[in-house]
């Protein structure tokens, strides 16, 4: 008998789980207010599916007279913890913009499978947004070391096509630190003199 065949019943048991209101053993307030939604959770659950998580279950005990261990989560929105929680997304259905916040929570949830999966996302379906947005993406891209797929991303447009962010509409609203990181890459294939005319149209804008 092939056990695999169960495999897929299993699975789906277990989303059934998620989504249980009866014989739940935590809950979670999450947002600020007046936008806060209590959300129904396992324990076991949580403890497996995020790293952040079962710190915080470590230092929330269930106490033995029966309550409820009870958790907040005031730094995100309702909407990206019912993604975080279930683990189902539809990325196609979501704006870009949204889709980097979910990818800041799962990387805070410690989410590997989540993290990667987006990043391969945005990396092939997203490059011209991506590109329109590329100090968003730098920074946050660089922000730890979790983000390697959007760290290449960046690294590649630098090096190779530099002209994508030096003549964006946008190069004007860049960061100090992001224009000091491309005029410093070793790989900036662009003359110092087009760097030099770069770099004084971005400070003659940004004290306009």
Known sequence: MNDNKFLP?????????????EYYDV????GN?????????????????STYLRRMLSTNKKNNDGTLVHIKLSNILPETFQIILS??????????????????????????????D????????KPDWM???????????FENDSFLELQKFCTDLTSKEPDKIFKSPNFSSI????????IQSDNLQMSEIQVWEHVLKWGNCSKS
């Open 27 to 30: 809950t979670i307030e999450v």
């Open 87 to 116: 683990g189902r997304i539809s990325l196609e259905e979501y704006d870009t913009s949204d889709i980097i916040y979910v990818l800041c929570a799962a990387n805070e949830f410690g989410l590997k499978e989540l993290i990667v």
């Open 9 to 21: 019943k299993l699975s789906q048991n277990l989303l059934d789980i998620l989504n249980d209101e």
């Open 131 to 141: 590109e329109s947005n590329f100090n968003l993406i730098y920074q946050t891209s």
């Open 33 to 49: 207010d007046p936008y806060i939604k209590i959300f129904h959770a396992h324990m076991v659950i949580l403890h497996y599916r």
């Open 175 to 182: 960061s100090e630190n992001l224009l000091v990181s491309l």
């Open 118 to 125: 987006i990043q391969s996302f945005l990396v092939k379906t």
